[in-house]
């Protein structure tokens, strides 16, 4: 039928036969459903020659007579007539045109297959009908059969493979995407008209053009309200939004108008909204179609992989050829998707943007945001990059405020700007839009993210949609983003700031207040969506999980970019800068815990370079970042645990220690409170990562603050007393250095001091664990030694080759030593107590040979850099310690500080030498490191300082306490009990979960060598050379501490007493090591120095502390100290052998010597002192010109003449103290004493000498006889004769305050010479020298006739007279001179010399006094010559008394005659007025009745 039909020619009917004809032709190839697929099955089951046929049919006539229709319409240009009547060909005639596009869309839909080029050339030129000089209805019919084509995605994708993707092809598909979007902008540009008020056949040029909008365009009046209705305004058109289809159909309106003859009228808006939904059901198709393609490929490679996983031998070929054959489809299939994207895609977009701005619609943007959104995905999906940031840059564009400067858009338009004042709650601010103003809501106003923001922006509501889409975008999406990712996050870090949202904890944006510049202003609405939009964007972070590993890195890299502008703005102002870069990277690390390892690095390789940005806004959120992301790292439950995975934790931890290179303090406090979180919640746990925690904590520098210092020690202090037992023991070094690091800080001296008791309390902890920390240590070292010697390397670590337990505690040691040097007194003194105390408590673990390191390497370092640093201390008085603390007189310096730190140092170091020699001395060079010691102690002892000076001599005397070892011959059979002590209990050290037991006896000492290493036995001559050293060390200090400066001034340093006493107390303790080669020459040494030391004065300031009052006969601890060494000397001579006897002569000397002082103190130097002896010592000024005072030498002098006598009595008959005449020299020395008396300083010195010469006479007169013949003794008589000489008729006088009693006393002690005299002396004449017994029968003689002093008062004279004393004198006169046998004619001689001398001198005295009676007259004589005359008459009844008793025989006869003749002179004195010299007269004369006749008989006499 169809072919009869159309054989006819078609033109030439009238247009309505044109009209009926091509409907009667759309009939019949669409009729209904039913037909369509009747004549589709019979085309099918046609033959070759009817399908040619048929064909042929719609080739040759059917489409020639389409496209013929086609011509009027084409050639018509708007505005060419304006007839209404039916016009020629060229004019368009509405009935015909319509049905002319029924009918081309049922060739194109239903026989495209047979008409490819014929459907080429009928949607080319059905798009020239969209031209805008082309009639409004003509546009509007041919809209809506191009949206019939749109709702079949298949049929686009024919067209694309047919023509687009064809090298010479029309890109038809391409065409009608443009020509689409040319169609929406020439409705917006087209000059408004209006509708016509009458219709013809042509139609009218201005129907369904768009109006100009009035000012209240858009606005229905509904009940008295206005209502705005959907639109598209641009630039002053306005169009509105008409619902004409459902989405995704193309139910057309002006095609099936069949009945109508005229163009019908276009409502205002229908052609644009077509337009809009073929340009939405476009991308719909289109995507749907291709995601659904995709969708289904990746399924088949999901199956086939799964299939191809276990393959057989029968089935790979085929499985291959199968994959081959999918790839193929895949690259085609995809061939075909990219051209069509890329055909599209910029048509879309421009018509998309321009609906987009002008869209005045929420359903209409909501649409044109979510194509925009699709297309994006669809790019991204394809791997269309330019498309794809095309399209995500369009809804960045749309989220942002209009003509927004942000780089990454490029925002270059230069369009004509418009400015109009809105008002947003109360505030007038400046909205700039290029574009339909008037229908845009402004919800939130802002400050623009700028360097130098100007002015203020606006967000509109339109915007905030845009961001929805932006974020749906990349929530949805992100897989797809790639590098599109910055441009998303760019926008959505601008849309933030302008809203004010700010980060919080963990990352996520809540709403904040601007700390700079005008606050955000929000409207009602957006506050309420503010909250969503938070959440929003926190869901979109935390999606980031699911992202490939590529993706997340894309994500991770436009963050950090956004970073990197940030910090870029923020630097060179102190603004509040854009954070949001940084809390999403903290957010997106959080959430990929999971695979932290992927992104780690980047991401904390940036935030580390964020801590360093100098705002400080920038780098608190930076540190915040990165250390929440370490701590949520650790605390992750990772895959495997990360105490199976060291890489991993490591990993985690050193981005922590990267942040000490930082030197901000609160990216340092930050790092700090991290470590301390870390430790409380993992510090179980952190295995290999402790070398990095703890070198966080050793990074902290003392110019650092104290804030920082403080919070570092707290994790110190934690790891001490928490985690010792819980880290590796190859760590617990790191934590000794840590802890000696704090102590060297000096911001804090809480801390400095705290620290070392962490090292005390880490010393204990090696004592108690140290088998296990030993095993673990040397394991290691094992492992280390063998990687060595694989890579050809030498082992270095401190102390090698020490074993590594030993370097632990020497690494402890040499710690506390920096710390003994340490600026601070307190600390130093804390530190030095610290490493002595444990070098005491725990040596015992180190083996015998690292006592060698101990010694040189720390000990004796030790001492050489305080030794230097106390020498150069300034001498510059300190007024106070900080703050209000005083500091005492005594550490006013800083020298006096430093002496402090050399006392304790060389203190802890002599003990160590002490209670360790057992340990040092086996050690090959104990002499060499001996020496060292004495030379410390020397110079020491030599510093200027009295302190320091006394702590050397202290330290001195501890080392010569130690035992000497005990030869094998003396060593008992069975080994002696050891005293073991009992444990002594410490306190819990703070920290420590127990106390523990510390035992440190000998027995241990020796047990830890008696298996293995027994004692050594050191060679005895070894060990006597080590104490002759330490002889020659004492020698040293005191020849050069004692010797007396050349001169004198205030300056001038003069030993104290306290250091001269404990230098002569080293003697004894020496001396018992150094006895057996003890000479004669080292006895000279050590008497000078005692007489040096002993001659040293003392301060005027110190004398009311150091000297004993006058009257006390005290010695001071100096003079015991000299008395007992010598003591000591000779104990040890008596004791030893014969040879050293000789030393008793320089034994007296030197005791003499001290003696002397009792009456001449020694000089030192040229120095001029008060001398305590002085009578008047109770008046010195101690602020009198002489700065120094002599000590009183009179209770030395005594208590050294009381040894020298009970010396004496043990040994004066030794041949060395007679061949030394020892006895001479001492009573040459008590001869100066003796003859002061009176004179003498003290009263008692003098009757100590007497008493002392009489002790010493009857021991020593009975040797010097014994050797009389010797000649030994012969210089001794003349010496003692003068004594006596001096000391019985002395020149002395008495004190006017001598009391009577007192001076009977002293005659009785002169009666006692005489005694010693009479007894011990002239019995033995015959063995005494002449000229010696001489003399003292002179004395005698003088004695007898001894006058009375002059200063006697009358009353005393009776008393004074020394009559006990000349009595006695005379008595022993007479024994000697009458005695009974006469043995020899030396004692006739010393009689008659005697006797003549009495009676002689008695005449004298008697003749003087009558003369001088005789002339005076009535006056009455001097009472001293009446004193003499009535002794003299005394002594002579005495000597007849003694006459009559003595033998007849043995008196001389010139003796009688001399006796007699005294009677005449006594019978003259009978005259005298004196009654009592009459008295004595009368007494004197009764004895003479018995010579008044010649005796009877002398042999008679003499036998009775």
């Not at 870390?678 to 070198?695: E, F, K, M, T």
């Not at 003079?1119 to 008793?1144: F, H, R, S, W």
Request: net charge negative; proline share 6%.
């Amino acid at each position: 039928m169809m072919r009869h039909f159309l054989r006819q020619s078609f033109f030439v009917f009238d247009y309505t036969s044109q009209k009926i004809i091509l409907q009667i032709i759309q009939l019949l190839l669409q009729c209904d459903k039913l037909l369509l697929l009747f004549l589709r099955g019979w085309l099918l089951k046609m033959n070759d020659t009817e399908h040619q046929e048929f064909s042929f049919l719609l080739k040759e006539r059917v489409c020639p007579l389409v496209i013929k229709l086609f011509s009027p319409n084409i050639k018509f240009r708007q505005g060419s007539s304006t007839s209404s009547s039916p016009a020629p060909v060229e004019k368009p005639y509405f009935p015909i045109c319509m049905r002319l596009l029924r009918v081309v869309s049922v060739l194109i839909k239903q026989f495209y297959s047979l008409l490819v080029t014929e459907c080429e050339i009928f949607l080319s030129l059905l798009v020239k009908f969209l031209d805008a000089d082309k009639p409004q209805w003509l546009r509007a019919v041919a809209v809506e059969s191009i949206h019939r084509f749109c709702v079949q995605p298949q049929l686009l994708r024919s067209f694309c493979q047919s023509y687009d993707m064809k090298q010479h092809s029309t890109k038809v598909f391409r065409d009608i995407v443009n020509a689409l979007g040319s169609f929406i902008q020439s409705l917006f540009l087209v000059p408004p008209t209006g509708n016509p008020a009458t219709s013809n056949q042509a139609g009218n040029n201005n129907l369904g053009g768009s109006v100009s909008a009035p000012a209240n365009s858009g606005m229905v009046g509904i009940g008295g309200g206005v209502t705005l209705l959907p639109a598209f305004e641009y630039r002053g058109t306005w169009i509105p939004i008409l619902t004409i289809t459902v989405q995704g159909s193309a139910k057309a309106t002006y095609l099936e108008m069949l009945d109508k003859v005229e163009p019908p009228t276009i409502p205002e808006g229908y052609a644009m909204s077509v337009a809009f939904h073929c340009l939405l059901d476009l991308v719909r198709g289109i995507t749907s179609m291709i995601e659904g393609e995709l969708g289904e490929v990746e399924t088949e490679c999901q199956t086939t992989t799964e299939e191809g996983s276990s393959p057989t031998q029968s089935t790979e070929q085929q499985d291959l050829q199968s994959t081959s054959d999918q790839m193929d489809k895949e690259i085609v299939s995809r061939a075909v998707w990219e051209e069509m994207v890329n055909a599209c895609w910029c048509g879309l977009l421009a018509a998309l943007s321009l609906l987009l701005d002008a869209s005045t619609d929420e359903a209409a943007t909501e649409n044109i945001l979510k194509a925009e959104l699709t297309m994006a995905a669809l790019c991204g999906r394809l791997g269309l990059v330019t498309s794809r940031d095309a399209f995500i840059t369009a809804i960045c564009k749309g989220s942002l405020p209009p003509h927004y400067a942000l780089t990454v858009l490029n925002t270059t338009t230069a369009a004509t700007l418009s400015s109009k004042s809105y008002s947003v709650q109360g505030q007038s601010v400046m909205m700039i839009s290029p574009s339909s103003e008037s229908h845009q809501q402004v919800v939130a106003v802002g400050q623009p993210l700028a360097v130098q923001p100007q002015g203020t922006v606006m967000l509109t509501s339109k915007n905030i949609q845009c961001m929805r889409t932006l974020l749906n975008l990349a929530h949805c999406h992100g897989a797809v983003l790639g590098t599109s990712w910055q441009l998303v996050l760019a926008t959505l870090q601008h849309l933030v700031w302008i809203l004010g949202l700010k980060p919080s904890s963990g990352g996520a944006l809540k709403p904040g207040r601007a700390v700079e510049g005008p606050s955000t202003v929000l409207t009602t609405a957006v506050m309420t969506d503010l909250p969503v939009i938070s959440n929003i964007l926190s869901r979109l972070f935390e999606s980031s999980q699911y992202l490939d590993d590529v993706s997340l890195h894309h994500l991770i890299n436009a963050l950090c970019s956004l970073s990197l502008e940030a910090m870029d703005m923020a630097y060179g102002n102190n603004k509040e800068p854009s954070l949001f870069a940084v809390a999403k990277l903290l957010e997106t690390g959080l959430v990929n815990m999971h695979r932290i390892e992927i992104l780690w690095r980047p991401l904390t390789g940036h935030l580390l370079e964020v801590c360093q940005h100098p705002n400080s806004r920038m780098r608190e959120w930076g540190a915040e970042a990165l250390t929440s992301l370490i701590k949520a790292g650790l605390t992750f439950n990772h895959d495997p645990p990360l105490s199976q995975n060291q890489r991993l934790q490591l990993l985690l931890l050193n981005p922590l220690k990267e942040m000490s290179n930082i030197n901000h303090p609160d990216i340092r406090l930050k790092q700090l409170e991290c470590v301390l979180q870390i430790l409380q919640s993992q510090g179980d746990s952190l295995g290999p990562g402790w070398p990095l925690v703890l070198g966080v904590m050793g990074a902290i520098r003392n110019d650092q603050g104290e804030s920082l210092i403080r919070t570092a020690f707290q994790c110190l202090q934690l790891v001490v007393t928490d985690f010792l037992p819980t880290m590796p023991c190859t760590c617990l070094q790191i934590v000794v250095d840590v802890a000696g690091s704090f102590g060297l800080h000096n911001q804090e001296l809480n801390i400095s001091l705290t620290s070392i008791g962490l090292l005390w309390n880490i010393s204990d902890y090696f004592f108690q664990r140290g088998e296990t920390i030993e095993k673990e240590l040397n394991k290691e070292e094992a492992a280390q030694q063998k990687q060595a010697e694989e890579k050809g390397v030498v082992l270095n670590r401190p102390f090698h080759p020490a074993p590594p337990f030993d370097c632990l505690w020497l690494c402890l040691y040499a710690k506390l030593g920096e710390l003994c040097v340490d600026p601070r007194p307190a600390v130093r003194k804390s530190a030095g107590q610290t490493l002595f105390s444990t070098i005491g408590a725990h040596g015992t673990l180190l083996q015998h040979s690292t006592w060698h390191t101990v010694i040189w390497k720390v000990l004796f370092h030790l001492l050489d850099r305080v030794r230097e640093s106390s020498t150069t201390a300034d001498k510059e008085k300190i007024e106070s310690g900080g703050g209000n603390i005083l500091i005492h007189h005594s550490r006013d310096t800083a020298e006096k500080q430093w002496a402090e730190t050399w006392v304790l140092t060389l203190a802890g170091v002599a003990r160590i030498f002490n209670t360790r020699r057992y340990l040092l001395q086996p050690l090959g060079d104990f002499s060499r490191a001996w020496d060292v010691l004495l030379d410390h102690i020397q110079s020491a002892a030599l510093s200027k300082n009295n302190e320091v000076s006394l702590a050397a001599l202290k330290s001195f005397q501890e080392i010569l306490q130690i035992v000497s070892p005990v030869r094998d011959s003396d060593k008992p059979e069975t080994p002696p009990v050891v005293n073991v002590p009992v444990p002594v209990l410490i306190g819990p050290i703070s920290g420590m979960s127990r106390p523990f037991v510390r035992t440190d006896s000998i027995g241990e000492k020796l047990g830890r060598y008696s298996s293995s290493e027994p004692p050594i036995v050191t060679d005895e001559l070894e060990d006597l050379n080590l104490w002759w050293a330490a002889w020659n060390t004492w020698y040293r200090i005191g020849s050069e501490s004692t010797k007396p400066p050349i001169t004198f001034d205030k300056l001038t340093f003069i030993p104290s007493q306290p250091f001269l006493t404990a230098l002569i107390q080293i003697f004894p303790a020496l001396y018992q090591h150094i006895k057996t080669g003890f000479n004669m020459d080292d006895l000279q040494k050590l008497g000078v120095i005692l007489h040096s030391a002993i001659s040293v004065p003392i301060s005027s300031d110190a004398s009311p502390f150091i000297l004993p009052s006058y009257t006390e006969a005290v010695l001071t601890s100096l003079q015991e100290a000299v008395l007992t060494a010598l003591d000591v000397l000779q104990k040890a001579i008596c004791v030893g052998p014969e040879n050293m006897q000789i030393m008793y002569p320089a034994i007296f000397d030197q005791l003499l010597a001290f003696v002397e002082f009792s009456c001449k103190p020694p000089q030192y130097g040229q120095l001029e002192t008060k001398h305590i002896a002085n009578a008047k010592y109770n008046q010195i000024q101690l602020f009198a010109p002489a700065e120094w005072v002599a000590l009183n030498y009179v209770p030395f002098a005594e208590r050294s003449l009381e040894v020298v006598v009970d010396l004496y009595q043990k040994t004066a008959c030794h041949k060395a103290v007679v061949n030394e005449k020892v006895l001479q020299n001492i009573i040459k020395t008590l001869r100066v004493p003796l003859s002061l008396k009176y004179s003498c300083p003290s009263e008692s010195t003098w009757k100590l000498a007497v008493s002392s010469l009489l002790r010493v006479l009857s021991i020593g007169l009975p040797v010097a006889r014994q050797h009389a013949s010797s000649g030994k003794f012969d210089s001794m008589w003349p010496e003692l004769a003068n004594t006596f000489e001096d000391f019985l008729f002395t020149k002395s006088i008495p004190p006017d305050n001598l009391s009577i009693q007192e001076f009977q006393r002293n005659e009785n002690i002169d009666v006692e010479v005489v005694q010693l005299i009479s007894n011990e002396i002239l019995p033995y004449a015959n063995f005494i020298p002449k000229e010696f017994v001489g003399q003292i029968m002179t004395m005698l003689n003088k004695g007898s006739i001894h006058s009375q002093s002059s200063s006697f008062t009358e009353a005393e004279i009776d008393i004074r007279l020394r009559e006990e004393f000349s009595k006695m004198c005379f008595e022993t006169l007479l024994q000697f001179s009458f005695s009974n046998k006469v043995t020899t004619p030396q004692e006739g001689y010393i009689s008659r010399m005697a006797l003549s001398v009495l009676l002689k001198r008695s005449q004298d005295v008697l003749h003087r006094y009558i003369e001088d009676e005789r002339l005076s007259g009535k006056c009455p004589l001097p009472r001293q010559q009446v004193t003499e005359i009535i002794f003299v008459l005394k002594a002579v009844s005495t000597l007849i008394d003694s006459l009559k008793k003595t033998q007849p025989e043995n008196v001389d006869g010139n003796t009688w005659a001399q006796v007699i003749a005294l009677y005449p002179t006594l019978v003259e004195c009978i005259t005298c007025s004196s009654s009592e010299v009459c008295s004595a007269l009368k007494e004197a004369l009764v004895p003479f009745k018995d010579f008044m006749q010649p005796p009877a008989s002398r042999v008679q006499n003499g036998e009775s």
